[in-house]
């Protein structure tokens, strides 16, 4: 059975830091794109950041330069670094894998992070 766990979310004053995890088991992270999605409320569902199963990182432009995505092959865990946090990055944020073929994803239940004074 395939499992993304995400932890690492919680409240956080403004210009402050978070690192998500997102834990995968029954699949071998390294053979998919891991992607962190996030989903404020009243809004749809929006990709944040991904990483390609070479190691590519790609970012919407609202997070560049302030978050960093990674993983850990050997922990099969990938991370989203958060830093200068600001208010409109408050959402729960989502964990997806897809396989390299396109043809397979699976989603985390995601995690919610607060940003607020």
């Known amino acids: 059975q395939v499992q993304l766990v995400e932890s690492g979310g919680g409240l956080v004053q403004p210009g402050g830091s978070l690192r998500l995890s997102c834990a995968a088991s029954?699949?071998?992270?390294?053979?998919?794109?891991t992607g962190w999605y996030r989903q404020a409320p009243g809004k749809q569902r929006e990709l944040v950041a991904t990483?390609?199963?070479?190691?590519?990182?790609n970012f919407d432009d609202s997070v560049k330069s302030r978050y960093t995505i990674s993983r850990d092959s050997a922990k099969n865990t990938a991370y989203l670094q958060m830093n200068s946090l600001k208010h409109e990055d408050t959402a729960v944020y989502y964990c997806?894998?897809?396989?390299?073929?396109?043809?397979?994803?699976?989603w985390g239940q995601g995690t919610q992070v607060t940003v607020s004074s």
């Open positions: 029954g699949i071998v992270f390294n053979i998919y794109t």
């Open positions: 990483i390609t199963s070479a190691g590519h990182t």
């Open positions: 997806n894998a897809k396989h390299i073929t396109g043809l397979i994803g699976y």
